[in-house]
C-alpha cells in the first residue's frame, strides 16, 4: 500500500509539474499576443498621426465661436449632424490658409444617423453681414477674418452651429483627383471651350501639362482638366459653377469608395499638405470611423431666392438674398428636413436690415 501511495504522489507531483509548466506557456503565448496587438495599435497611431502632422491647422475653440440665441427645437436638430464649413481658396498654391478670398463656400452636412452628407453652396457674393453689422460679400469674411470669421458669419446669417472648418486650394484638388485616376464629366460644348482656357492658367500654376477635352457624356478628366472645369464662371455664372464644384467633390467620393487602400494612402498624401483645418486627431477619427455608412445625398445652392440689382454699396456687384429669414427657413428644410424650423431673432434682424440696405 505504502508503495502505491507513493506512485500516487510522484504521478501527482509530475502532474503538477506539468499544468504549470503549461500555463506558463499559456501565459507566454497571451503576453506575445498583447505584445502584437499593442505593436499594432501604436504603428496604427504612428500612421495616422503622420497624416494627421502633414495637414496645416489653425486651432478653434469651440467655445469661441459664436453661435446664434437658437431655440431648443433647432438645437436638437443640428445637433443630430456633423456640420463642417468647407473653403476653397484661390492662393495660387501659396500654402497660406489664414487669409484669402475663400471662391468656394459650401455648407457640408452628415447625417448621425443615416451617414447622408448634403452640401449647399454659399454663393461668393452673396450680400450677407460679414461680422460686426458689416454687410459685404460672402467671401469678404475669410480675407477679412480666416476661417474663424467665416465660419461666424455663417453661423451669423443661417442660424447654424458650425464649429469646424476644412480649407483647400485648388491644387490640391489637382492632385487628388489625380491620385483617384481621374473622374469623369458631362460636358457641354460651351463648357469645354472655356474649360480650355482653364487649363492652361491651372497648368502653369500646379506645373501640369494636361491637354484639352472635347464635349461629350462621361469624358474621363485628370485633376487639372476637372478642377478647371469646376472654375467655370462664364457659364451660368456663380450658380452654376457652384453646382460644377460640388458635381465633382461628388464623382471625388463616389471615386474614393471604390478605391483600394494603397490608393486611399496615396491620395492623403497628395492632398494633407495642401489642407487646413481645425478638427481635432480625434474629432476626425470619430468622423473616419463611420465612413463606411457615408453617401452623398442632395446638394443646393444659397440663396435660393435672389435678386442681381448691380452695385450694392460698399459691396459691389452682389447677389440679394431676397428675404433672408425666408431662405434660411428653405436651407433647414434641405439640410436638416425640419419644416417647423424658426429664424432666430438674430437672422430676422439681419433680413430687416439687407431689406433696408437693398430693398429685398
Not at 246 to 263: G, N, P, S, Y
Not at 271 to 285: A, C
Request: proline content about 2%; some cysteine; overall charge neutral.
Amino acid at each position: 500500500m505504502a508503495r502505491n501511495t507513493g506512485n500516487q504522489t510522484e504521478y501527482s507531483r509530475r502532474k503538477k509539474k506539468k499544468t504549470n509548466r503549461k500555463k506558463r506557456q499559456q501565459r507566454k503565448v497571451i503576453l506575445a499576443i498583447l505584445a502584437v496587438i499593442l505593436a499594432l495599435i501604436g504603428l496604427a497611431a504612428a500612421y495616422v498621426w503622420s497624416k494627421y502632422g502633414k495637414m496645416g491647422r489653425i486651432d478653434i475653440k469651440d467655445k469661441d465661436v459664436k453661435i446664434n440665441d437658437l431655440s431648443v427645437d433647432t438645437k436638437k436638430t443640428l445637433d443630430g449632424y456633423d456640420n463642417i464649413a468647407l473653403f476653397g481658396l484661390d492662393n495660387r498654391s501659396t500654402g497660406n490658409f489664414e487669409r484669402g478670398n475663400s471662391d468656394t463656400i459650401i455648407v457640408v452636412s452628415i447625417s448621425k444617423k443615416s451617414g447622408e452628407i448634403r452640401m449647399a453652396s454659399v454663393y461668393r457674393d452673396t450680400y450677407l453681414d460679414i461680422g460686426d453689422n458689416t454687410f459685404r460679400k460672402a467671401n469678404a469674411a475669410y480675407a477679412n477674418g480666416g476661417p474663424k470669421q467665416a465660419i461666424e458669419m455663417l453661423n451669423k446669417n443661417l442660424d447654424l452651429n458650425i464649429t469646424d472648418y476644412v480649407s483647400v486650394d485648388f491644387s490640391a484638388l489637382v492632385d487628388a483627383i489625380d491620385a483617384l485616376g481621374g473622374i469623369e464629366l458631362d460636358i457641354t460644348a460651351e463648357e469645354a471651350e472655356w474649360l480650355n482656357g482653364y487649363i492652361v492658367e491651372t497648368n502653369e500654376v500646379t506645373g501640369h501639362n494636361s491637354g484639352p477635352v472635347s464635349p461629350g457624356e462621361n469624358v474621363h478628366v485628370d485633376g487639372v482638366q476637372a478642377t478647371s472645369y469646376a472654375r467655370i464662371r462664364y457659364v451660368g455664372l456663380d450658380y452654376q459653377r457652384t453646382e460644377r464644384q460640388r458635381t465633382v467633390i461628388t464623382k471625388m467620393f463616389e471615386k474614393a469608395k471604390q478605391c483600394d487602400l494603397m490608393t486611399l494612402n496615396a491620395l492623403l498624401d497628395k492632398m494633407l499638405p495642401q489642407i487646413s483645418t481645425s478638427l481635432s486627431l480625434t474629432e476626425m477619427l470619430g468622423l473616419a470611423g463611420n465612413i463606411t455608412k457615408y453617401h452623398m445625398g442632395e446638394n443646393t445652392g444659397f440663396p435660393f431666392d435672389k435678386a442681381t440689382p448691380g452695385n450694392v454699396g460698399g459691396a459691389g456687384d452682389a447677389v440679394v438674398p431676397v428675404n433672408l429669414a425666408e431662405n434660411v427657413k428653405q436651407l433647414h428644410a434641405f439640410l436638416y428636413d425640419n419644416e417647423s424650423y424658426t429664424p432666430s431673432e438674430t437672422v430676422q434682424s439681419v433680413s430687416a436690415a439687407i431689406q433696408s440696405n437693398t430693398g429685398y
